[in-house]
């Protein structure tokens, strides 16, 4: 198996500013493709340490990425620290100067005089395309090593990664299925599994669990045993289907925004202690205008009555984080937007504002097309794993309640 290493650079690393997800992406990504990284090393903005690491760590590896200090100001040093580290000429290149000015350009009014750094090139680099920034990446062979540079940002990093994938595939590149559920805990889905799992010995199995993705199960083989594992996700699907939400990189709101297109229903949503939060993730996906008319963030019980039509009367004998109050947002909601599906949530998501029946973590969602489907949760967590479990739980009603459309 080839061997790899990674260096991201940058002081606000080392000094804890920021989160080194770079690594963490690369390293997975490489181990599917068939590489086995050695080593993950942090360097600070400065010439010589840069350059002392990409001349060990380049003997010792076939594949060396750095990630950072591509970007246009003094402190920047990436470009020429591994020009220096491989005794090679840095160079301008006029074409492409231009095209990083008219990226620029469509942001800016006036383009930075230090912007051209940007546009300075190793001598015998591919250039790679950045299509989010304006910081293009680099590709050197070096002795029938590569030697890749990367701009810090993972938005940037990302799909300039993945224009290069099959460029960088070993032989020994992996295949990997990843099935997504939400509504089951962990240790049963391991459970109901356990016998299709561990009977046999090409699969490596893993699971994760978070209160965004929910549980996810990776399946990860060689890829000459790819049709065995497709075998044997198929087994899985049946045994574990009512569960499952999405595979490999698929959203739970992007399949939400999938089905509603599919049953050609239309969705509004009324937040209280969620913010705008539901409605963000919803319309994080294309095409979601289709079928989504809008929301609600009615945080204040004022807004609940003169907004969403919650009576006083509700509010004052059942409270606002209740079964009656979310089933009369929903109610209120769908006169007020004439969507086909209504989702309501309400909860108290603390630090403070519990009580003894309805402690911190109490949270109420109704979802109402023709009858009112409302389930009170009980979430624990901070203020922002409350909100955000909230969210995720309403998008999966909706996804069991769509499937459930769809089968009639």
Do not use: W
Not at 55 to 79: A, Q
Not at 143 to 165: N, T
Not at 205 to 210: F, I, L
Not at 297 to 309: E, F, P, R, T
């Amino acid at each position: 198996m080839k061997k790899a290493a990674i260096i991201t650079v940058g002081s606000e690393l080392l000094e804890g500013l920021i989160l080194n997800k770079n690594a963490q992406f690369l390293c997975q990504e490489l181990k599917n493709l068939g590489y086995r990284v050695i080593k993950i090393s942090t360097v600070g903005d400065h010439l010589e340490d840069i350059a002392e690491e990409v001349r060990s760590l380049l003997s010792k590896v076939h594949l060396l990425i750095l990630t950072g200090g591509l970007g246009p100001t003094k402190d920047d040093l990436t470009r020429e620290a591994v020009a220096k580290a491989l005794n090679r000429d840095l160079f301008l290149d006029q074409e492409l100067k231009k095209k990083i000015e008219e990226k620029v350009k469509k942001y800016h009014s006036e383009i930075p005089s230090n912007i051209e750094r940007q546009a300075f090139v190793i001598e015998g680099a591919k250039v790679i395309d950045n299509p989010v920034g304006s910081a293009p990446g680099q590709l050197l062979e070096v002795d029938g090593k590569r030697v890749i540079l990367f701009p810090g940002p993972p938005k940037e990093l990302i799909p300039m990664f993945e224009s290069l994938k099959e460029l960088l595939k070993t032989p020994h590149a992996l295949y990997q299925v990843i099935l997504k559920y939400y509504s089951i805990p962990e240790a049963l889905l391991e459970d109901l599994l356990k016998e299709i799992l561990y009977s046999q010995d090409k699969v490596e199995v893993a699971t994760m669990a978070d209160h965004v993705e929910g549980v996810r199960l990776k399946l990860t083989t060689s890829v000459e045993h790819k049709k065995f594992l497709d075998g044997l996700v198929e087994k899985i699907i049946e045994k574990t289907g009512e569960y499952l939400y999405g595979m490999n990189d698929e959203k739970m709101e992007e399949v939400v925004v999938r089905l509603l297109k599919e049953n050609k229903k239309t969705l509004a949503v009324a937040e209280s202690c969620t913010g705008g939060m539901l409605s963000s993730l919803i319309v994080n996906v294309p095409g979601a205008s289709n079928v989504f008319i809008g929301g609600v963030v009615a945080y204040s019980n004022d807004l609940k009555k003169s907004i969403l039509g919650v009576k006083e009367g509700t509010l004052r004998k059942y409270g606002a984080v209740s079964e009656q109050c979310v089933r009369e947002m929903t109610e209120g909601l769908k006169k007020l937007t004439g969507a086909d599906i209504c989702v309501a949530i309400s909860g108290i998501a603390g630090p403070s504002g519990g009580t003894p029946t309805k402690p911190v973590g109490t949270v109420f969602i109704d979802l109402f097309e023709q009858d009112h489907v409302t389930i009170r949760y009980n979430f624990s967590g901070d203020r922002n794993t409350i909100r955000t479990r909230s969210a995720m739980m309403a998008l999966e009603n909706l996804r069991k309640h769509l499937k459930e459309r769809g089968k009639l």
